[in-house]
């Protein structure tokens, strides 16, 4: 029971190590907080991304994904349009100045994990995350 503890602590540390080291590099570089890029990024994965594909992606609460939105629509970095599915959403797609700050970002983060991440068999480590969220996913425990 211990070992699996001790992995879990060692697992958080090294996500919370890897996240300050992304944020500070992509803060110095484009201004941003690294969570301002996430929801940029997952803006850019989704054609029609509403405010709640950003929240489920992201696993946080609508409210934040739609503050994090107006902040990044604000700095001119993303933009609203109206819905035509659904007149109760938006479509919020990224600005000619947001896509700048994504590659710029991304190029910044893979130089560094190129460094934090050297040795890893990122092959092994991606199937074993992938793993972790499938065992939460299918026990019904999702918190």
Not at 75 to 90: E, I, K, W
């Amino acid at each position: 029971m211990t070992a699996d503890i001790d992995t879990f602590s060692h697992l958080v540390r090294s996500q919370i190590l890897l996240w300050n080291a992304c944020n500070e590099r992509v803060k110095t570089s484009t201004g941003l907080p690294l969570a301002r890029f996430d929801v940029l990024r997952t803006v850019e994965q989704l054609p029609l991304c509403r405010v709640n594909d950003i929240a489920e992606l992201m696993l946080i609460t609508v409210g934040a994904a739609s503050k994090l939105v107006d902040r990044l629509e604000l700095s001119g970095y993303l933009q609203r349009q109206p819905n035509p599915a659904d007149s109760r959403s938006s479509l919020i797609s990224l600005t000619s100045e947001g896509r700048v700050i994504v590659k710029q970002a991304e190029h910044e983060i893979a130089a560094l994990l190129k460094t934090h991440l050297s040795g890893v068999d990122q092959h092994a480590l991606n199937n074993t995350l992938a793993l972790i969220e499938h065992n939460i996913h299918t026990s019904g425990k999702k918190s």
